[in-house]
């Protein structure tokens, strides 16, 4: 199967540069190869919305952990105490720890599925801001194409001159100080 689809593949790819030879060689086009990895870590917009799922994680680790904290302490209570509490004290200690269990399992799913939506919404915003920044800097230097070196699908070389990631970041980051004055 992968033999088909790399045949497939240099077929399409072949194909593509015979149909495209004689347009090419009236005007080469001008590409170029962003990281897209590197520009969501080190530049401002990604660096703040890495922060922002962050704080919200940390805000429910906390209060993840001060339930993990009940919950310990409540079982260690039942196995101290389990010999001389009487029946119907154990019993109501041990409906306590079952209701904190499942109160600790719906915030993990709570915690979980929010911020999957924040990273999403995140994802979006992010996006929303890059893409305009990726048609400026492209028209603003003339290429007629910009990969993405982070998710290399079809792409089985680059020449690392052609990598202009260094410059777009410094187009994000200034457009991101400008915006936020």
């Known amino acids: 199967m992968k033999t088909a689809s790399t ?3 240099g077929a399409a790819m072949f194909a593509t540069t015979m149909f495209a030879a004689p347009q090419q ?3 080469p086009a001008n590409v170029a190869f962003i990281n897209g990895d590197q520009v969501l870590t080190a530049s401002d917009i990604g660096t703040a919305a890495a922060e922002t799922l962050q704080a919200s994680a940390e805000q429910w680790g906390e209060q993840i952990n001060a339930l993990t904290t009940e ?7 039942r196995q101290e105490q389990a010999l001389t509490l009487n029946d119907s004290a154990l019993a109501r ?3 306590s720890i079952e209701e904190k269990s499942v109160q600790l399992e719906r915030l993990n799913d709570d915690a979980r599925r929010d911020l999957e939506r924040l990273e999403q919404q995140i994802t979006l915003d992010v996006n929303s801001q890059l893409g305009p920044l990726v048609e400026r800097f492209a028209a603003e230097r003339g290429y007629d194409m910009i990969f993405d070196t982070a998710r290399l699908q079809g792409i089985l070389y680059y020449a690392p001159s052609r990598d202009v990631t260094a410059d777009f970041m410094a187009l994000v980051n200034s457009s991101v100080s400008g ?3």
């Open 93 to 95: 200690l041990n409906q």
């Open 71 to 77: 919950l310990d302490t409540m079982q260690r209570q």
């Open 25 to 27: 060689a009236a005007s």
């Open 179 to 181: 915006a936020s004055q």
């Open 7 to 9: 045949f497939v593949l």
